[in-house]
């Protein structure tokens, strides 16, 4: 994950690693905002840790998605079934990562 590479069959039916393309990169961030879209119900601040409830099953996809998206400061993401503990570096970063996940969901 942190080498951003992908796992693409070959045609062999063989897996390896790429990087995605620069077209790919963008397709997946799409896929990423839909994922946050369809899968949060509700976020809270307390301190620097936010806790997000998801709709079960997809707490781990959606953590996957704050990590990937870059989010400023996040320190990093703890996800069970429906619940993300979300770590930032200082309370005021909490609260605008909360922010901007808000404007992406919509």
């Known amino acids: 994950k942190e080498l951003r590479l992908i796992k693409l069959a070959d045609y062999d039916d063989r897996y ?17 905002v839909t994922v946050l879209k369809h899968s949060l119900i509700n976020m809270q ?17 959606c953590a996957v998605a704050i990590e990937t998206l870059d989010f400023e400061s996040v320190a990093g993401t703890i996800a069970g079934d429906d619940t993300i503990f979300i770590a930032t570096t200082d309370d005021k970063i909490a609260k605008n990562v909360s922010e901007e996940i808000s404007k992406i969901v919509g």
């Open 16 to 32: 390896r690693y790429a990087e995605p393309s620069k077209e790919s990169a963008g397709d997946f961030r799409a896929r990423y």
């Open 45 to 61: 601040s307390a301190g620097n840790i936010m806790v997000m409830k998801t709709i079960p099953g997809s707490a781990q996809a």
